[in-house]
């Protein structure tokens, strides 16, 4: 039926009225009950259905198979049926994903100097697998093979126990005294390698880097000088829950190459008292790599994280994923992109920087991408997570 076939009031149903922001109706169960379907998938089935996110809330699931089993026979859906759900959903205006939250789109979003996405974004969820981050699939990012697990010492407290105990902590006071002195020593702009040890002590001692990250409160700033130092570059996600702001903007100094102990002997060097020595050496500008940036985004004390790193082919895996034994990893594929996603609500005994972490790749450019939410007090859904991922994938 083309438009000119529709009276008014079925054409205002068809193209909606968006104006006013009002919510979209949720016909999803009177139409599957029109069709007999209510309750037919199977638990396999219903595990990998499509869903669709909104901006806030559960996402609600979307029909999206023309056969359903029930025991071992297989029921089909009569055409005519399905023809006739079908239009009853085009009358309606084609959608029966229900929204929570305001939409801010157009003059209103300008108007307020960010860019708002209300919109939701569907994805599918899939078993947990590693994705590749190059092009050549050779290097994978993939969870660590090891679970991080809370530290419990293995022997009773003793002499020698408090002996050791005051020794480690003398050791970092002293390295707390050399990374002040780097920073005093240091101009800006400038990293250095630096060494501590103590006499009489085996091994070579502490290697250690001096590298401050670069931090920007205004995007434009950060972009210039992601620009200037060839650092990866993220633009800012289209879609934010409501009241997030960008708090920070960071670009992260790396080493193409880290010295060998022998190199910083017998240079610049200072005494830390307790028979404890300092040497470092200030590298140069073309050792000097700016593989990782960021953008952190808050709502009172509340943070998301954005981040974006380069990898080589030469890394295996390209980033190893934090995980403990209560972590639950799942693959979430989003416009046909594969991502993984940590969820480490259940876990209270250890802290590994995340509530919910969502990592994906983009082959073709040699960079990871990650979204986190942090464990402490904060409120984020895995829905408002996968919406910000969403609005940043081209």
């Known amino acids: 039926m083309g438009k000119r076939e529709l009276t008014p009031e079925e054409q205002f149903l068809k193209e909606g009225d968006r104006s006013a922001h009002w919510n979209t109706v949720d016909v999803h169960e009177p139409v599957m009950k029109a069709l007999g379907l209510e309750g037919a998938l199977t638990a396999e089935e219903d595990e990998t259905l499509l869903q669709t996110l909104p901006p806030s809330g559960e996402a609600p ?14 029921k089909r859906i009569p055409v005519k049926g399905w023809a006739a759900a079908v239009l009853a959903l085009v009358l309606l205006g084609g959608v029966y ?3 929570s939250g305001k939409l801010q789109q157009g003059a209103e979003a300008q108007s307020s100097g960010e860019v708002r996405q209300g919109a939701g974004a569907q994805y599918k969820v899939l078993p947990y697998q590693p994705i590749p981050a190059t092009a050549s699939g050779g290097t994978l990012i993939e969870k660590a093979k090891q ?5 419990i010492p293995n022997a009773e407290p ?22 002040a002195l780097m920073k005093e020593l240091l101009l800006p ?3 250095a390698t630096y060494l501590i040890t103590r006499e009489g002590d085996e091994g070579e001692g502490s290697m250690n880097m001096y590298r401050p990250p670069l931090t920007f409160k205004d995007y434009t700033a950060y972009k210039t000088s992601v620009e200037e130092h060839n650092a990866p570059v993220l633009e800012q996600p289209a879609y934010l829950p409501e009241g997030y702001a960008l708090d ?17 002997k ?30 952190v985004y808050k709502k009172g004390e509340v943070q998301v994280r954005i981040g974006v790193s380069r990898v080589d082919d030469n890394q295996n895996p390209a980033d190893p994923l934090s995980w403990s034994e209560h972590t639950k990893m799942e693959n979430i594929e989003i416009k046909g992109r594969q991502a993984i996603f940590s969820d480490d609500t259940d876990n209270k005994e250890l802290d590994l920087g995340f509530k919910y972490e969502l990592v994906w790749s983009d082959p073709g450019a040699k960079v990871i991408y990650s979204v986190i939410a942090g464990q402490e007090n904060t409120e984020l859904t895995k829905d408002e997570l996968i919406g910000i991922a969403a609005s940043m994938m081209k």
């Open 61 to 74: 699931k979307v029909m999206r198979r023309m056969e359903t089993r029930t025991g071992r026979r297989q």
């Open 97 to 99: 994903t229900q929204f």
């Open 147 to 151: 679970p991080l697990k809370p530290y």
């Open 158 to 179: 003793g002499i020698e126990h408090e002996a050791n105990q005051k020794l480690s902590i003398l050791y970092n006071q002293k390295y707390s005294k050399g990374a």
């Open 189 to 191: 702009g400038e990293y």
């Open 248 to 264: 920070e903007a960071i670009i992260k100094p790396s080493l193409l190459k880290v010295p060998e102990v022998q190199e910083l």
């Open 266 to 295: 017998g240079g610049n060097e200072r005494d830390l008292g307790d028979n404890f020595r300092l040497a470092w050496r200030v590298e140069k500008a073309e050792n000097i790599d700016y593989p990782y940036s960021s953008l």
